[in-house]
């Protein structure tokens, strides 16, 4: 691995911005649906919530660190309301899932929503208990304070983007000029 490929302990966070949390199973999926968002000044991948500083992807991936993969939203307030980026969150995913959305199972794609002040908090409580009211299972999602933010491998990142842009599609828009 090389130093550019080794996960750091970040916020992302420049005068004006704050920063968002979510668990919501694999974090490719999720980083595409926030960059999408007008408001949204960035989005990393990484892990959040385990014991282990500095976890690799491949330590993640044995559910043994403790951590969840998610996205860290980076987003200027006055583009973009936090409540919206949480009413997103619950689209984006199936919160009534214990520890696995879709194909991917185990504690690393955890429902989760890590809060960074108790103002984000109390959001994201009310939020949840207006998706519980229209959905018939238990939404399983935690709200916890988030601990310590660690970004995943930058082959992580983007993942999806670098995949069409390298990919079929990629080859396909270079042959036509696109």
Same mark, same amino acid.
């Given at each position: 691995m090389?130093?550019?490929?080794?996960?750091?302990?970040?916020?992302?966070q420049t005068e004006g911005t704050e920063n968002v949390t979510?668990?919501?199973? $694999?974090?490719?999926?999720?980083?595409?649906?926030y960059r999408e968002l007008e408001g949204v000044v960035d989005v990393a991948v990484g892990y959040?919530?385990?014991?282990?500083?500095?976890?690799?992807?491949?330590?993640? $991936?044995?559910?043994?660190?403790?951590?969840?993969?998610?996205?860290?939203?980076?987003?200027?307030?006055?583009g973009i309301a936090y409540e919206a980026l949480v009413d997103k969150f619950w689209q984006v995913h199936d919160p009534?899932?214990?520890?696995?959305?879709?194909?991917?199972?185990?504690t690393q794609y955890r429902s989760a929503i890590f809060t960074h002040s108790p103002e984000q908090e109390r959001v994201a409580?009310?939020?949840?208990?207006?998706?519980q009211e229209s959905l018939k299972k238990e939404i399983v999602t935690s709200i916890e304070p988030a601990t310590g933010f660690w970004r995943a491998e930058?082959?992580?990142? $983007?993942?999806?983007?670098?995949?069409?842009?390298?990919?079929?599609?990629?080859?396909?828009r270079s042959a036509l000029g696109a």
């Open positions: 090389t130093d550019s490929d080794t996960p750091q302990a970040s916020e992302v979510f668990g919501a199973g $694999c974090f490719w999926q999720i980083e595409v649906a959040e919530g385990g014991h282990v500083d500095n976890p690799t992807y491949e330590q993640v $991936c044995t559910g043994q660190t403790g951590h969840a993969e998610v996205v860290q939203v980076t987003f200027d307030p006055d009534t899932q214990m520890n696995r959305q879709g194909p991917d199972v185990g409580v009310e939020s949840k208990a207006r998706a930058e082959y992580h990142q $983007c993942y999806i983007q670098k995949r069409q842009e390298g990919g079929v599609m990629g080859r396909m």
